[in-house]
Nanobody
Framework: QVQPVESGGGLAQAGGSLRLSCAAS????????LGWFRQVPGKEREFVAA????????VYADSVKGRFTISRDNAKNTVYMQMNSLKPEDTAVYYC??????????????????????WGQGTQVTVSS
């Protein structure tokens, strides 16, 4: 099992940058795919980005492609998301999620929140215009 814990949220201006981190306890961290999701009040949780076990494969939501970059450091049990060119519509609570997601990377599987068993508590990102 892993327990994700997010950090790095905060306030940024439009066009600015933030980097989110997700530290996950557990020796089996390299066996887990990691995903970032976000949610605003009254809306469903939305997929943002995901990364495979070794970091070889990634997938992004169209809304963040080219602006956000997900990466991981298995030696530090940490996944990162660098967020550049932030927009007010990026304002949300961002959640880190982990799951083994089977034995082969399937991007559509990694996009679905229901496929992840382990979730962090979330970190607020607010982008002002």
């Amino acid at each position: 099992q892993v327990q994700p814990v997010e950090s790095g949220g905060g306030l940024a201006q439009a066009g600015g940058s933030l980097r989110l981190s997700c530290a996950a306890s557990g020796r089996a961290f390299p066996a887990y795919c990691l995903g970032w999701f976000r949610q605003v009040p009254g809306k469903e949780r939305e997929f943002v980005a995901a990364i495979s076990w070794s970091g070889t494969n990634t997938v992004y939501a169209d809304s963040v492609k080219g602006r956000f970059t997900i990466s991981r450091d298995n030696a530090k049990n940490t996944v990162y998301m660098q967020m550049n060119s932030l927009k007010p519509e990026d304002t949300a609570v961002y959640y880190c999620a982990a799951d083994q997601l089977g034995s082969s990377w399937i991007a559509s599987t990694a996009r679905r929140a229901g496929n992840y068993h382990y979730w962090g508590q979330g970190t607020q990102v607010t982008v002002s215009s």
